[in-house]
């Protein structure tokens, strides 16, 4: 289907609060007007501080005060995921000032059904009107993409059975045709809408969180959560179908350092969220700007990723959060700027229509043979002959192959011809004729002449040669002790390469005689190779064999969990815990710790560089300041109007100073993305390890400390402890939120055992909570 091009639909969204700035925002009665009037600051003395006061009109599609979560939905979003289900593209995006709301519009709260926001909604949506279209079979899949730092990261690689990425593994891609998409990004099918609320919880309980003043849990990355849907029509035989992706998008705030008072590890990230921001305004520019030619999509990875739902085939929804108060009205009035460029923006959404391969070769099969049983009809009507259209059989081809040598035998003078696969065989068989024709040919010639090919004559020189040189290897090994070997276990050479090879070693041979005889070699070689073979047995297959042989020796009958009077010690206990059911974990974390050893010697070699460049530079600058104070203090000046001041030594040592400087910066930014690689694998190694301590606890406990009475009672409790718990949170009026509940409480129950463990370590020095994904356990 064609595009249709229309405006991005731009919204404001005003935070809900007691002390409202009626004074400098004014919503005007018709819902899509919003009024700011500021008094620019001055740093004069008071009395002249008396500026004019200023003021600003935003006309949008919808500015939006003290609405509902459900009120805003329907509003807002509920068009483009209704559209999605049709095969159009859509995106709804939430940007604004750190705390203005931006994640409570996308996510809202986990813990009350009313308080849900887009995210929840638009998943209950899609599954309610799944049910509804029966005539259509839908597929669908979720993805979770989070940019932190411009690093790319999976929040849904701690689910059971997804790979986990490394952090470079993942990187925005685009195909022909095809858009923009995240290779490496892990997609699960889902079947309900409890399903797909799973996957979001278990997302967001993986999303990096921060504090600072104006937000106590401020998301310190963008995020991007996808739903992938196809619908194939289920009336229709067609090979056509139709595909949509959801894009909704939760980007980090905006930040004033003098406001937040971000230090240390907050600081860091507050650069990149803003520079991130920054580029995407660049981008919104060059889009609004029809007589630009370039659009740079690739400044960051969060333009990058959104370069469909940024003027490409999508339907976009900008949604604009603000404060309300006056302490904020300059990000106030920033951010709605920003939306009215947003709104300059036009974007081309259409239907995403293709070809089911699969069904498509069956309707031509189909074409095919409605063309033969017409073409059958034709013959009949016109008195030809019966013509098949299959494939040939014996009988038929061995016809053929008798019409041909009657025909090159001179008794046959033509050769009838009815169809095209009957040509193809007879010109096969006058090609198989001439093929043998050459070999007859060839063997006479033999016979006559007694003609030998190259490369029999070659194979004979090569084994004359290796029959008179193995006499005298075993004449020399005997002399060494070595017993020679039998002629039954020799490989004796097929070509040239073998001899030459052979003759080399021999004159090595006779130039160092004291390094003994080349049988000797080759034995003390093979018995090097078997020794190391048997050193270098896997360790995965050593791991793998060793608990099963413990475990046969130690695990009772019917497998039941043993509880003795004296219970090991944990030392011995976590030693058996690594080599039986957390062998898996064990692996991951070694394997982690191999590559965080390797990344730290990589950063230490560029740390070495970079000194060593540095330290360059100081020899290289220390003549060229000398000369200057010689001088006077005037500068450097290359020409003067007498001629050049600079002598060539001056100048040579200049451009050496430019090109170390060059070379500086080369080193130190590797130097700064071996840095980061460094931290993000030893976050990886300290989670793999508190995971691993989590899990033996665990284990611990239920296989030596916990009776069966005390965990059964204790399971029942917990039971009708949740069974109490969702009945009392589940409202009458909402039947739905049942799924919604049930995939909390799912989420809950998977990280149940860890986060006791991850309580410690979940807050580093700058007071910011980190969940980042745990590491695939199958």
Not at 302 to 311: I, Q, R, V, Y
Not at 460 to 467: I, L, P, S, T
Request: proline share 5%; with cysteine; charged share 25%.
């Amino acid at each position: 289907m064609k595009p249709h091009s229309r405006e991005v639909e731009v919204f404001v969204r005003i935070k809900p609060t007691s002390n409202f700035a009626q004074d400098h925002i004014e919503c005007l009665p018709d819902g899509q007007t919003v009024n700011i009037y500021h008094r620019k600051s001055s740093r004069k003395p008071p009395d002249s501080r008396k500026t004019p006061l200023s003021s600003w009109s935003f006309r949008l599609e919808g500015v939006l005060q003290d609405v509902s979560q459900e009120e805003f939905y329907t509003q807002v979003c509920r068009r483009v995921v209704l559209e999605a289900l049709d095969g159009y593209n859509g995106t709804v995006m939430c940007f604004g000032q750190t705390g203005a709301g931006k994640t409570y519009t996308m996510t809202g709260s986990t813990e009350s059904y009313k308080q849900r926001g887009i995210i929840p909604r638009a998943l209950q949506e899609v599954f309610l009107e799944m049910g509804k279209r029966t005539e259509h079979a839908f597929t669908v899949h979720l993805s979770y993409l989070e940019i932190y730092n411009e690093t790319l990261v999976d929040l849904l690689s701690s689910v059971r059975g997804s790979p986990h990425p490394s952090p470079h593994s993942m990187v925005v891609m685009e195909e022909p045709g095809g858009g923009v998409f995240i290779r490496g990004l892990s997609l699960h099918p889902v079947h309900s809408e409890e399903e797909a609320l799973h996957l979001l919880f278990e997302g967001e309980m993986n999303r990096i969180i921060g504090s600072h003043a104006l937000n106590r849990s401020s998301s310190r990355s963008h995020c991007i959560f996808t739903v992938h849907i196809e619908s194939r029509s289920r009336t229709l035989s067609d090979a056509k179908y139709v595909t949509s992706k959801l894009n909704l998008v939760d980007l980090a705030g905006s930040e004033r350092l003098g406001k937040t008072g971000s230090e240390g590890q907050m600081l860091k990230e507050a650069v990149y969220i803003n520079r991130s921001l920054t580029f995407l305004e660049q981008a919104i520019l060059a889009l609004a700007d029809r007589r630009r030619d370039h659009v740079p999509f690739r400044q960051s990875k969060l333009t990058h990723a959104l370069k469909d739902s940024l003027g490409g085939n999508c339907n976009t929804v900008f949604v604009a959060n603000v404060y309300g108060e006056a302490a904020q009205i300059e990000e106030t009035l920033s951010t709605l700027r920003f939306a009215a460029r947003m709104k300059c923006v036009h974007t081309d959404p259409a239907v995403n229509e293709h070809m089911d391969a699969a069904a498509q070769i069956k309707k031509l099969q189909k074409d095919v043979q409605m063309l033969k049983e017409e073409l059958s009809i034709c013959n009949t009507l016109a008195n030809r002959p019966s013509i098949t259209y299959e494939s040939l059989s014996e009988a038929q081809l061995a016809e053929i192959h008798s019409q041909v040598q009657r025909y090159l035998e001179g008794s046959l003078k033509e050769i009838t011809i009815v169809s095209i696969r009957q040509v193809q065989a007879v010109f096969a068989q006058f090609k198989l004729a001439v093929q043998e024709q050459e070999q007859r040919v060839k063997a006479q010639l033999c016979q006559t002449y007694d003609l030998v090919e190259k490369d029999q004559s070659a194979n004979a020189a090569a084994v004359k040669e290796w029959d008179t040189r193995g006499s005298t290897e075993d004449v020399e090994a005997a002399s060494f002790g070595v017993p020679a070997q039998s002629p039954k276990n020799t490989r004796r050479p097929s070509s040239t390469k073998a001899k030459t090879k052979k003759s080399r070693e021999k004159q090595s041979q006779n130039k160092t005689p004291g390094e003994g005889s080349p049988a000797a070699r080759k034995s003390l070689e093979s018995a090097s190779k078997s020794k190391l073979n048997s050193v270098q047995t896997p360790e995965r297959e050593q791991e793998s064999q060793e608990p099963d042989s413990e475990s046969q020796e130690s695990q009772p009958p019917g497998n039941e969990p043993l509880h003795p009077d004296s219970p090991p010690s944990k030392e011995e206990a976590f030693e058996d815990f690594k080599a039986g059911p957390g062998s898996t974990i064990n692996r991951i974390l070694k394997e982690n710790k191999a590559v965080l050893l390797e990344r730290r010697s990589l950063l230490r070699q560029l740390t070495q560089e970079v000194n060593a460049v540095k330290r360059k530079i100081d020899c290289t600058a220390a003549p060229i300041q000398q000369q200057k104070e010689l001088r006077g203090g005037h500068g450097q000046c290359l020409v003067t109007s007498g001629g050049p001041l600079l002598q060539e030594p001056e100048a040579t040592l200049l451009m050496q100073l430019r090109e170390l400087k060059a070379l500086y910066r080369q080193r130190y930014e590797a130097l700064h993305d071996i840095k980061a690689e460094v931290n993000y694998c030893q976050h990886l190694v300290d989670q793999c390890r508190v995971r691993l301590l989590s899990e033996f606890e665990t284990w611990y406990e239920k296989n030596f400390l916990v009776p069966e009475e005390e965990e059964e009672e204790d399971v029942t409790m917990a039971k009708t402890l949740r069974e109490d718990d969702v009945e009392q949170q589940l409202l009458p009026d909402n039947p739905g939120s049942a799924s919604f509940y049930s995939a909390r409480h799912r989420t809950l129950k998977t990280r149940n055992n860890a986060a006791l463990v991850f309580t410690s370590a979940q807050r580093n020095s700058d007071g910011q909570r980190r969940l980042p994904p745990i590491l695939p356990v199958t």
